[in-house]
């Protein structure tokens, strides 16, 4: 039965080379083989693996078995037998180069049956990794400038933020309820709050008259509780309230709208739309709807509309003294009382000392004691700095998933696009793709200046390219400038996309702008060996070896160049 099945079998792979997609290898496997092997009781097999790491390491695939219901027959010719079938296992830098192998074997289909091994063979190489030459230029995140400011006295402003339709106060991403609840019970004396909300435009929440007035009063309620219960300074009748809530705001939605990456074009055309002093809120709703960007304010505008505002107006009392880095020490060493030096002072100290453990631990201190986004941010900084200088991966990302961690904790007390952006960067660096999709997308609905949302859209973009969602890289990217690493993530978009014309185009233009880029030099070789050039493939390939001696171990190990490797053109570019 193995002897006539192998006889007559045809597998087949596509791609013929594999190549990582996101975080997978994917594949389809097609299987023929002769009818006539089929015998009752019996079964044939094709087990998969792939063998990667020098041969030392070999992981189990999948199989094809040909069973009933596994198999159909061949339409033109019935004495054969096929499955087709898709396959994929995790992609990991070391599998790469490695080779998908084939184990055939017939076997009896009752338990501890006997089973025959066939022949192995190699069914394919792989694999190739041109989708992982995604540019990402990260931005440096400083510490923020720390000053001794002995005056406790100020406003805190605490935005909060609701479901479509709901006054619910939520407890997940998007709300302030702990840093409130910390707040309150930090027990600073407090003079007056001062209540907003509001609603979106969409006909969800614009259908309750009421519905900004009923997050106030939701707020409120909330806000009064917890003083009744957690604060022992403040008392409900010695606070003066102010509420407002905010209905049909057109003025609220525009001042987002032109703090949005909505291209200019599209922002005179709301701006146009909505202060046309025809139609009522409602038709200008729909009108708004028919837009052919309403995508981009349903998903990043709307939600942020849905919004509370509490602003609290408290003192403390100011505390002295001359010896911040020496009180600090005891304070972190717990010889003294957090009081001796105010939250300022504290953080202040951290730039006395260059040891970046020591910053540490006077920031977890700060943090403990003061929970001010301040020092949740410097903290996330500070673990940024230590992650840079680890050898061991795993020491690394934990420092990363920590930083992320800290960062979400001031974006919560201070939420802004740009501190959102910085808990992504955090996260994409660590490798935690979804938690930094997530925030680059809240970062964006948020709003901000234009560089930051340009910047959080690039971002954005080259991780989708990471994880293989090449569409939406590409409509991140149209909200983005055009920049080096966007150029370059656009024609890595093509080349992916088998557009070997257009990513040849566009690599030229990233050239224009970086023009001694070896990255760029050689991903125009990539395109040309695509292509069949040999010539230009060579001489796009001696640029980037010149400019860069790594490119040639790459270009030996690349499989971009399997057709080339042993050719004169291939072995002189690399001298």
Known sequence: MLKVAQEGQQVTVQPSVLESNGENVLFEVSARVPAKHLK????????????????????????????????????????ELVITKQFSFPYSPRKSPGELLVLPDAHQLKPNGKRVKGTPFRLARGIVTTGRLVVRQDTAIGLLPETADNNMSGTRIL?????????????YLGTNVQALEDFIEANQHTKKVMIAAGHSPDSIDARDARLADK??????????????????????????????????????????????????????SVVLLINDSKGSFAQKERQLRALSFYDY???????????????????????????????SKKIVEKEMEADALTPEELRYSATLTPLLAEKQRIYETAVATTGRWEAYHNLAVVLLQRSEKEVSDKVRKAYLRRAATNFTLAAH???????????????????DRL????????????????????????????????????????????????????????ALIYLLKSNYEGAAGIYREALDLKPSDPLAYYCLAVVAARTKDEAQMGQFLRRAVQLDRAYAQRAVEDLEFRDYAAGKVFLEALR
């Open 297 to 327: 304010l349903d998903q990043y505008i709307y939600p942020v509309m849905r919004f509370g505002t509490v602003a609290v107006e408290y003192t403390a009392p100011k505390r002295y003294d001359s010896e911040i880095y020496l009180l």
């Open 159 to 171: 935005p909060f933020f609701f479901d479509q339709g709901s006054a619910a106060i939520r407890n």
């Open 215 to 268: 997050r106030v009063q939701g707020l409120l309620r909330y806000y009064k509780k917890r003083v009744d219960t957690d604060s022992y300074l403040n008392k409900v009748g010695d606070i003066k309230f102010e509420t407002v809530a905010y209905h049909r705001r057109w003025d609220l939605f525009l001042n987002k709208v032109q703090n949005s990456a909505l291209k200019p074009a599209q922002i005179d």
């Open 413 to 431: 007390r201070n939420p802004t696009a740009d501190l959102f952006y910085r808990v992504g960067t955090a996260y994409h660096r660590a490798g």
């Open 40 to 79: 009752k009781g019996n079964a044939y097999n094709l087990a998969l693996s792939y063998r990667y790491d020098n041969g030392l390491r070999e992981d189990t695939v999948g199989r094809l078995t040909f069973v009933s219901g596994e198999y159909t027959y061949d339409t033109e010719k019935k004495d």
């Open 435 to 490: 938690e930094a999709l997530q925030n680059y997308d809240y970062a964006i609905k948020l709003g901000g200046p234009r560089p930051v949302l340009e910047k959080v859209f690039a971002d954005k973009a080259a991780l989708e390219i990471e994880v293989g969602q090449l569409d939406d890289a590409l409509g991140s990217i149209s909200y983005s400038g055009k920049t080096y690493q966007n150029t370059m993530n656009r």
